[in-house]
């Protein structure tokens, strides 16, 4: 995003019906993605193709159904670490169940296998969102 000067960046999933994706870019500090259902699609469509990428992140954010939500707060605009060295936890919500990606499994009353494979879903979950982003920066 930064050799396209994007600071935001939206797409519609063309695999499932009314489902967008959607990030903030902070220039090498934090991405927050948010992919959820809208039950409006139009309105998102007439304004990802005009380009107004930042009004579908805050449509996304406030306007979808809460149970279709995944939210992705990316610190440092490098990707989901599983066990930060830095003490900067990423984070990732589905619906409303919070991961905290700070390797403290027992503070969130998970084992560490449970944490492990919380950690690779978010992450493959993660890897899609950004796919269909980047391909929608290429488009841009």
């Known amino acids: 995003m930064d050799d396209s000067g994007l ?3 939206a797409a ?3 695999n499932v019906e009314n489902r967008y994706t959607a ?3 902070f220039s ?3 991405l927050l993605v948010i992919e959820a259902d809208y039950e409006a699609p139009q309105l998102l469509d007439v ?3 005009a380009g107004n990428y930042r009004d579908v992140y805050v449509d996304l954010n406030s ?3 809460l149970e279709t939500r995944l939210f992705v707060n990316d610190y440092g605009a490098n990707g989901l670490i599983r066990l930060p060295t830095d003490g900067i936890a990423d984070r990732f919500t589905r619906a409303n169940q919070e991961l905290l990606l700070n390797g ?3 503070g969130q009353q998970m084992s560490e296998t449970s944490y492990s494979e919380a950690y690779s879903t978010a992450d493959s979950d993660f890897a899609e969102m950004l796919s269909l982003l980047i391909a929608q920066v290429k488009e841009s």
């Open 7 to 9: 600071t935001a960046i």
């Open 12 to 14: 519609r999933d063309s």
């Open 23 to 25: 990030a903030l870019y």
């Open 28 to 30: 090498g500090r934090q």
């Open 47 to 49: 304004k990802i193709v």
């Open 63 to 65: 306007s979808s159904p």
């Open 104 to 106: 403290d499994w027992g």
